[in-house]
Nanobody, 126 residues
Framework: QVQLVESGGGLVRTGGSLRLSCAAS????????MGWFRQGPGKEREFVAV???????????FYADSVKGRFTISRDNAKNTVYLQMNSLRPEDTAVYYC????????????????WGQGTQVTVSS
């Protein structure tokens, strides 16, 4: 079992920045990819970013087109934490952001993930 706890959400103006954190526990953190998804009002949960890890090659990342160049995913294996740095935020980024872990199959599909956090609200005002 893996437990995930997100933090760092809040209210920010257009163009502002936020950094989300997700603390993991329950298994060796470096064993599995970690991802971020979001779900806006009346929308389905959508992929944001994912970061894999290998001790030989380090971390590889992949982003949704809508956030590429603005968001950065990173992880600190010593702290069992994954981060999402969000810059140049837009009103359309408003959503509940979820941390996810240990996918099987397509990393960009929510149903591939076995574990989820409770979510943290991000609101971007215009």
């Amino acid at each position: 079992q893996v437990q995930l706890v997100e933090s760092g959400g809040g209210l920010v103006r257009t163009g502002g920045s936020l950094r989300l954190s997700c603390a993991a526990s329950g298994r060796t953190f470096s064993d599995f990819p970690m991802g971020w998804f979001r779900q806006g009002p009346g929308k389905e949960r959508e992929f944001v970013a994912v970061m894999n890890w290998s001790w030989s090659g380090g971390g590889s990342t992949f982003y949704a087109d809508s956030v590429k160049g603005r968001f950065t995913i990173s992880r600190d294996n010593a702290k069992n934490t994954v981060y999402l740095q969000m810059n140049s935020l837009r009103p359309e980024d408003t959503a509940v952001y979820y941390c996810s872990a240990d996918p099987e199959g397509d990393y960009t599909i929510a149903t591939s993930y076995a574990y989820w956090g409770q979510g943290t609200q991000v609101t971007v005002s215009s």
